[in-house]
C-alpha cells in the first residue's frame, strides 16, 4: 500500500514538473516576443529621431551662407562648408 502510494505521488510530482515545464516555455517564448517587439520600436524610436536631426542640421547648414556674409563672406571656422 505504502508503494502504490509513493508510485501515485510519483506520478504526481511528473505531471507537475511537465506542466511547470510547459508554462516556463510558454512564458520565454512570450517574453522572447515582447522582446523583438520592443527592440523594434526602439529602433523606429532611433530612426526617426534621427530624420528630425538631419532636417535640423540640413536647416541650420542652410542658414549659414547668409551669416557667413554677414560676417565679410568668409567664414573663419575650419568646419564651415563655405570657406
Known amino acids: ?3 502504490m502510494s509513493q508510485n ?4 504526481k510530482d511528473r505531471l507537475r514538473a511537465d506542466l511547470d515545464y510547459e508554462v516556463n516555455l510558454k512564458n520565454e ?3 522572447t516576443e515582447i522582446r523583438n517587439l520592443l527592440h523594434e520600436q ?3 524610436i532611433r530612426e526617426s529621431k ?3 536631426l538631419d532636417t535640423s542640421c ?3 547648414i542652410s542658414s549659414l551662407p547668409p551669416l557667413c556674409s554677414r560676417v565679410g563672406g568668409r567664414c573663419s571656422s575650419a568646419r564651415c562648408v563655405h570657406a
Not at 501515485?8 to 506520478?11: A, I
Open 50 to 52: 534621427e530624420r528630425m
Open 29 to 31: 517564448l512570450a517574453l
Open 58 to 60: 540640413s536647416g541650420l
Open 8 to 11: 501515485r505521488q510519483s506520478q
Open 42 to 44: 526602439l529602433h523606429k
Open 1 to 3: 500500500i505504502i508503494m
